[in-house]
Each structure stands twice: as C-alpha cells, then as structure tokens.
C-alpha cells in the first residue's frame, strides 16, 4: 500500500512519535479530555451507547506524516461527513454545471434538517444539509443500489487507504426514524430535483451516513484534499484535482451545520462535521485534522473537536485568512528544529 | 537545554551497559542532574553496577508503560551508590529507570508489546520532572522499535563497536538507519581492543569507513573486566587513564 520502502516507512512512523508536534498534541489532548459538558446525540440508540470518554486526535501532513493521540483507531459512524466527500464524487461524475442545477452553494443560517428549498430555484441550499446531501447521493451514478454504494465505498477507500463497513444497526435505525429525510426526498421529488428512484437513494444515504471510520481516516481523508485529492499515504487520487476547491469552500462556509459562520470567523479551517464527534478539516497545501469526542455542543458539533482545531489555528497560524507571525512555525515543530527542538 | 543521549550497539557483549554506566557517572560526578533509562526490557542488567538489588525494584519501566504509574516514581536515586554527592558535588545527582528483572514481567512486554508512544512521552516527562540535564538511554542489542525511538529522540547516539568484522557490518546498518532517521550527531566508540593494535590507524580507518567521529576507544582491560558487573570502573579508579577516556568523551557529547 505505501509508496516507501520498509525502513523509511517504519522511520517516519518512528519521528512522527518522536516530533514534538505530537506532543503538543499529547498536551492538548491532556488539556481538553478533561472537558464533560455537553451531550451525546441520542435521535437514535445506537449512538448513545458512545463513550463520552473517548478522544482521538490525528494530523496527516500533506507528504504523509501520520501524528496519532489518543483514541485514533476507535470507529464510530461518519454521519454528516460523508456529505463533503459525497459532493465530490458527484461533481466528478456530472461537472459543476449539472450539480449546480440541483444543489445550491449557499449557507442557510437554518438547522442541518430543516425542511426548506431555495423558493427561486426550488434547489436544496447546499449539499452540507440534510436536503443537499439527499440530493448529491442521488447523483452517484450506477445501475442498482449494490453498484452505486460500491461507488460510494470505493471511493472512500481512495481517500482512506482501507475498506469500510456499514454499521448495519444504525443504517436500520436511520431508516426506520428518517421520516424528516423521507419528506425531504419527496418534496425535492415534487419539484423534480431528484431522480424517482427515492427510496434506493434514502438507503443509499442512511447506509452512507453509517459508514465506520476512525479519527485518523478523517485525518487522512483531509490531508488528501489539503494534497490535491491525492492521498498522501497511498499515492491514489482520490478526486480529480479541478474539484478539491469546490469542496473545500463549502466545508469552510458550510461544513459545522449553523456554526459555520462563526467557525469561519475564528478558525477559519475548512472543516466537516458529524453528530456522532468527528470533524474532519483541511489546512490546504499543509495538512488534514481528523478529531473523534462524541460529546457535542448545541449545534451538534464536537466540543473538544472544536478546541483542538481551535488551538492548532491559534498557534500555528492556519487561519485561511490569517495574515500575522504565528506563535509557532508548523515545520519547525513537525521536523523538530528550530524553537521547537525543547525538551 | 538538557540533552538526550542514546547509547547502542548493533551486537550483544560490547559493553554497552558498563560504559552508559561510567559515563553517566563520570557527567553526573561533574556536577550535572543525570538520570539512566534501561530500555533493553528483554534483557536488562545495568542496575547491578549501581548495586540496586532486585527486591529494592518494586516497580519498573514496565510498569509505567503498563500504565500503572507515572514515570518519575521509578527513577532511583542511586547517586549515594556511585559517590556522587549532591551536598558535595555541586548540584549533581545520578537517577536510574531500570527494567524488571522479573520474568512474568518481561514474558508480558514480549507477549503484548507496549505502545511506543508511551516511551516517547516518558522519556520527555522524566526530563522535566526531575529537571534533568542529562537523560541517557541504554538500549537493547540489535535494531527494535526502542532502538529506533532512542535513535529518533536522541541529541547524541553513541555507537559502540569492537574492532571485529561482524561489528563493522552491523555498525554500518545502524548507522544508516539512524541518518534515516535524521540523527542530530553521531559518535562512535571503539571497545576492547587489543593492546597489539595500533590505536591512532584503527582510529583513522573506522572514521573513514563510517564518515563519523570516533569519541574514545577502550582497550581491553583487565582492571576493567575484574570489576565489570559489580560497580562503576571511573569511580573506584578515577585516575585510570581508562576512566580519563570517559571525560573526554563526556567533554565531547557536551559540546556535541
């Protein structure tokens, strides 16, 4: 699978231990487990058997360093996560003109569930909430239902390196709860913003909302766009390059539900989440941040996710828009030179 | 700014634990807060030279990477040992993580491994906690995950070798990996070597083999050997011209 030879792969895997960038990430994660408030989401059962305990924080750089705390191999459901890398692979398949007609870029200020199309076009907003995703999903392409979620799994699998499953519980408590998303799909259906094969695009979507992943496949998978929609570990593309900046400004304006404004304001780090804790962000040119606590803020978004990007923005500067002498120099802490070379 | 200092050879018996020992000892004697990490968990023996018994080991560096207690409450103070006095000496003080000795706690390490991560931020714990100027690491024989992390981790790796063509061989793969491993310095130091040979050509062809430095070579001493794995050489004999060997080396990790 690595494009390396043994020893530099087991060498790198070795100073990607021994950089101090991961123990500044050690120390965030010592300083932010402590944190209890919030709550686990509880729509449906199987996701409040989550621990609220568990915490994973992953970095992949852009040239394939791997930095690991805490609980990195923990799977839990990727939810609303998807919904970025959904985008993607429909655009790759119908172009943006055609996507455009049937999803909106704008944010809506509304809930992710909220019940409302663009009263113009008739068009979801965008494909961060639940109706924009709805219809993104059914613009994945195949014949039956098998081949269009192996589109969908494949292509996860270019931006992970690895096979997913489906947690086949969840998936049946999605769909058996999902009459918000049903009436959703048929309203779009009623303007003609979607295909007439609705229910195998509802399954199609609760089975890609329960996809299993782990902090450090979202790490990965936001290092592949930060590298061009090249995996950085693997080497694969996974998404045709022309398309990584659509994706990437919709995570920044829409991709933590109606936090997102300010999100872009004090962070700034294109970014998707879901309600089971993950958030995914993108650095681009620099790095992916995959974070896992499934204790949520108000919003539904991680709170200790939403620290640790916060903290990482603050110090090394990765504000998209930032213009100021960060604190600290990424490479210098990831190479472990310079100030950074402290013990 | 404390310094870290791995010490390794790609062959057992080179006497890679006696001379961590005397090293450390002789830095320590000089007036620096110096502690020992005996990371050779398969194998470890570098607590006999400072004379801890087994029964005063409760718990080891396999505990703390068991996770069971921080990592501080294994270092011995084993500076009354080596004669290093801190009342005396000007502030120095000599510390020793050993590993168990105990077989049902090496057979575990073996069997379930241990998160080297964990190793990784003891090392940098343990440097603050006891606000140390010197963290020496002994390491097991061979090239492991230990020997990699300390490589990684290290300001200086010392490299020990005898003047044999196996060491030769296994020295020149070390040496490779710790450049994949962007080693900040390298040192070599030639042990036990026959009083026949001519130490200024040995000396000269193993810089020119391995491109690095030779910091000390050691003859092979019977005063040395007597004493070998019952106390530390540099302090029962301080003005041995063995135990001068080790101050040079001392002066030139500290100015490496």
Known sequence: MSHLGDLQSLANSITAVTSPFRTYLNDLHQQYKSINEGAIADYIPELTLADPSWFGICVVTADGRVFEVGDCKQLFTIQSISKAFVFGLALEAHGREYVSSKVGVEPTGEAFNAIVLDEATNRPYNPMVNAGAIATTDL????????????????????????????????????????????????????????????????????????????????????????????????????????????????????????????????????????????????????????????????????????????LSKDFGLHLLNAAQPDKILADWLNGSGQADQW | MPKVVSIHSYRGGTGKSNFTANLATTVALQGHRV????????????????????????????????????????????????????????????????????????????????????????????????????????????????TFLSIAISHVLLLILRPDKQDYQGTAVTADVARQLRVRKMLLTINKVYSSLNVDALKQKVEETFGETVAGIFPLSEDVVQLASEGVFCVKYPEHSVSHEFQRVAKEIAEA
């Open chain 2, 35 to 146: 502690a020992i990490v005996d990371t050779d968990l398969p194998s470890p023996g570098i607590h006999n030279l400072f004379c801890l018994e087994p029964e005063q080991v409760e718990k080891a560096l396999n505990h703390y990477l068991w996770g069971e207690i921080p990592i501080e409450a294994v270092a011995y103070d084993v500076s009354a040992n080596v004669g290093v006095n801190s009342g005396i000496n000007g502030g120095g003080q000599l510390f020793l993580v050993p590993s168990s000795v105990k077989a049902d706690d090496i057979a575990r390490i073996l069997k379930d491994g241990y998160d080297v991560k964990l190793m990784n931020d003891g090392f940098r714990h343990l440097v603050k906690a006891l606000e140390l100027d010197y963290l020496f690491i002994d390491t097991h024989p061979g090239l492991s995950k230990e």
């Open chain 1, 140 to 311: 994945i392409t195949g014949y039956s239902c098998t081949e269009r979620l192996k589109r969908l799994l494949d292509m996860f699998k270019r931006y992970t390196g690895r096979d997913h499953d489906i947690n086949v519980p969840v998936f049946l408590s999605e769909k058996s709860t999902g009459y918000r998303n049903q009436a959703m799909a048929y309203l779009m259906r009623n303007f003609g913003m979607v295909s007439d094969s609705i229910d195998q695009t509802l399954d199609l979507y609760f089975q890609q909302c329960s996809m299993m992943v782990n902090a450090r496949d979202l790490a990965v998978m936001s290092a592949t766009l930060a590298n061009g929609g090249k995996n950085p570990v693997t080497q694969e593309q996974a998404l045709d390059e022309r398309y990584v900046q659509d994706v990437i400004s919709l995570m920044l304006t829409c991709g933590m539900y109606d936090g997102s404004g300010e999100w872009a304001y004090r962070i700034g780090i294109p970014a998707k989440s879901g309600v089971s804790g993950g958030i995914t962000a993108v650095v681009p040119g620099q790095l992916g941040i995959g974070t896992f606590s499934p204790l949520l803020d108000v919003k539904g978004n991680s709170l200790r996710g939403i620290k640790v990007c916060e903290a």
